[in-house]
């Protein structure tokens, strides 16, 4: 039996399953690091990483650009007679894409899975027709729902926004594709159900009232937690911060923005955080500021795993390549534990210009090697010992005595004080930060050493 799913027709018919074949091999359509049943530390990779595949941007998405019309002709979508046919063979598609890469989940928006019907009952009608076909083929190819997620940006009736549209009308419309969503989600046993706000934001403050648009996100939110709950799903939800993109400013801006705003509103007892590596650089932060900012709230919960184009101010959604920001990322969700619900999510795409039918296979080779080899780097910076028994001295004055009392909210200022006094200046605070020392030695099992 093959170890891949093929439906009615074979799409990627010169591909077979892909294999680890190690660093030297010359083959572009095998993994050289990702070996998936190779144990670091106490996990698998595959188990650390969770790798999974966005099905809008890989079997949807068709090169067009604001300046150009569709580069890639996906065979899907050309030999099928109508809107739901088209849909069904890109299922077939993508599970039959997804197994023979060995990804072991996928993310989709309810618009990626079902074309909209004429009424509301009609999409959720097409959304469910196709929800069962795909609870089949999940079986079929051994391949999980990692999240789920409404699409509420495309259509033009969400110009101005869906939960926090000033149209009442068009929130209740978007309150039933979310229900739908939901309920999608859960038949497909989803660990997660993400809101990305694509439109909840403004264009101009000058037509906007902001506080009200962002009670509206709020109560919003909390009905959607309310109904799946009801519903008996026990997955995470997440908020995928991006400070800009559609619109001028988005309420969930970066990571920070986001606590907030779930505490504000009390709803960080359900909502986690998916933080995107390219929205990070849009915010103006390191892909491993906004993970480290997430965990140490307490709220860190998974990944949109690609990268920017640090000369372009846009989501360009590259595929990641970058060592060096894999490593500091895998850092950071090792030290937060790893992942539960989560996972990396391929929230990426191939370029316009990619149209080689092999093209969509190597770049997620590339970035499921990229986090490979950043996965082992963070276990060699955790196992060396160096860096984290370096920041545990860093910070060894609050171990014990007045400093420990400090840390336990035992002094008050004018106690602390009177401690500062009593010491005086001598050499205080004139300890090397050694940043380039840790620099220099992360640097090294970079490369392995
Ligand atoms: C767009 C977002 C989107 C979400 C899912 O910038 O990254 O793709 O991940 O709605
Ligand atoms: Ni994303
Ligand atoms: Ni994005």
Same mark, same amino acid.
């Given at each position: 039996?093959? /170890?891949?799913?093929?439906?009615?027709?074979?799409?990627?018919?010169? &591909?077979?399953? &892909?294999?680890?074949?190690?660093?030297? %091999?010359?083959?572009?359509? @095998? =993994?050289?690091?990702?070996?998936?049943?190779?144990?670091?530390?106490?996990?698998?990779? +595959? *188990?650390?990483? !969770?790798?999974?595949?966005?099905?809008?941007?890989?079997?949807?998405?068709?090169?067009? /650009?604001?300046?150009? %019309?569709?580069?890639?002709?996906?065979?899907? &979508?050309?030999? #099928?007679?109508?809107?739901?046919?088209?849909?069904?063979? +890109?299922?077939?598609?993508?599970?039959?894409?997804?197994?023979?890469?060995?990804?072991? =989940?996928?993310?989709?928006? *309810?618009?990626?899975?079902?074309?909209?019907?004429?009424?509301?009952?009609?999409?959720?009608?097409?959304?469910?027709?196709? $929800? @069962?076909?795909?609870?089949?083929?999940?079986?079929? #190819?051994?391949?999980?729902?990692?999240?789920?997620?409404?699409?509420?940006? %495309?259509?033009?009736?969400?110009?101005?926004?869906?939960?926090?549209?000033?149209?009442?009308?068009? $929130?209740?419309?978007? @309150?039933?594709?979310?229900?739908? #969503?939901?309920? @999608?989600?859960?038949?497909l046993g989803g660990q997660g159900y993400t809101f990305w706000g694509g439109r909840e934001g403004y264009m101009s403050l000058i037509n906007t009232d902001l506080k009200k648009e962002k009670d509206h996100l709020a109560r919003f939110l909390g009905m959607a937690r309310d109904y799946a709950r009801k519903q008996g799903f026990k997955g995470a939800f997440y908020i995928e911060p991006k400070p800009m993109e559609p619109s001028k400013h988005q309420y969930d801006y970066d990571t920070e923005t986001v606590i907030g705003f779930l505490r504000h509103y009390g709803l960080d007892k359900d909502f986690r955080l998916n933080i995107e590596a390219n929205h990070a650089e849009l915010a103006g932060h390191d892909f491993a500021h906004e993970l480290e900012t997430a965990a140490a709230?307490?709220?860190?919960?998974?990944? /949109?795993?690609? !990268?920017?184009e640090p000369r372009n101010g846009w989501d360009t959604d590259q595929f990641p390549t970058s060592y060096y920001e894999t490593a500091l990322a895998m850092y950071a969700i090792l030290k937060a534990g790893g992942f539960t619900t989560g996972g990396l999510n391929f929230d990426a795409k191939i370029r316009r210009n990619s149209v080689d039918p092999t093209d969509l296979f190597i770049a997620h080779i590339g970035g499921m090697d990229t986090f490979a080899v950043g996965l082992e780097i963070a276990q060699?910076?955790?196992?060396?010992?160096?860096?984290?028994?370096? $920041?545990?001295?860093?910070?060894?004055? =609050?171990?014990?005595?007045?400093?420990?009392k400090f840390d336990k909210g035992e002094l008050t200022l004018d106690q602390l004080a009177r401690i500062g006094t009593a010491a005086g200046y001598g050499k205080a605070g004139l300890t090397s930060g050694k940043q380039e020392y840790l620099e220099n030695i992360l640097n090294q099992y970079l490369l392995g050493l």
């Amino acid at each position: 039996m093959a /170890d891949y799913y093929v439906g009615k027709k074979e799409y990627f018919s010169k &591909i077979t399953k &892909i294999k680890y074949e190690g660093p030297k %091999s010359d083959n572009p359509l @095998a =993994f050289k690091y990702y070996d998936p049943e190779k144990k670091i530390g106490k996990k698998k990779m +595959k *188990d650390h990483l !969770r790798f999974a595949i966005a099905y809008w941007h890989s079997f949807c998405a068709d090169g067009a /650009d604001p300046f150009g %019309s569709a580069t890639h002709a996906h065979p899907w &979508i050309i030999d #099928a007679k109508t809107p739901m046919e088209a849909a069904e063979h +890109k299922m077939d598609a993508a599970f039959e894409f997804i197994s023979k890469l060995g990804a072991e =989940f996928y993310c989709f928006h *309810d618009r990626d899975m079902a074309p909209e019907g004429a009424s509301p009952a009609e999409s959720e009608k097409n959304l469910f027709t196709l $929800v @069962a076909r795909a609870k089949k083929l999940q079986k079929a #190819a051994g391949v999980k729902l990692l999240w789920g997620t409404a699409n509420l940006f %495309s259509h033009p009736r969400f110009m101005n926004g869906a939960a926090t549209n000033p149209e009442f009308g068009v $929130v209740a419309l978007a @309150a039933a594709q979310v229900k739908a #969503a939901i309920d @999608a989600t859960i038949e497909l046993g989803g660990q997660g159900y993400t809101f990305w706000g694509g439109r909840e934001g403004y264009m101009s403050l000058i037509n906007t009232d902001l506080k009200k648009e962002k009670d509206h996100l709020a109560r919003f939110l909390g009905m959607a937690r309310d109904y799946a709950r009801k519903q008996g799903f026990k997955g995470a939800f997440y908020i995928e911060p991006k400070p800009m993109e559609p619109s001028k400013h988005q309420y969930d801006y970066d990571t920070e923005t986001v606590i907030g705003f779930l505490r504000h509103y009390g709803l960080d007892k359900d909502f986690r955080l998916n933080i995107e590596a390219n929205h990070a650089e849009l915010a103006g932060h390191d892909f491993a500021h906004e993970l480290e900012t997430a965990a140490a709230a307490g709220l860190f919960g998974s990944v /949109d795993a690609n !990268r920017g184009e640090p000369r372009n101010g846009w989501d360009t959604d590259q595929f990641p390549t970058s060592y060096y920001e894999t490593a500091l990322a895998m850092y950071a969700i090792l030290k937060a534990g790893g992942f539960t619900t989560g996972g990396l999510n391929f929230d990426a795409k191939i370029r316009r210009n990619s149209v080689d039918p092999t093209d969509l296979f190597i770049a997620h080779i590339g970035g499921m090697d990229t986090f490979a080899v950043g996965l082992e780097i963070a276990q060699r910076i955790i196992s060396g010992g160096v860096i984290p028994g370096f $920041v545990k001295k860093r910070y060894s004055s =609050f171990n014990s005595g007045d400093g420990a009392k400090f840390d336990k909210g035992e002094l008050t200022l004018d106690q602390l004080a009177r401690i500062g006094t009593a010491a005086g200046y001598g050499k205080a605070g004139l300890t090397s930060g050694k940043q380039e020392y840790l620099e220099n030695i992360l640097n090294q099992y970079l490369l392995g050493l």
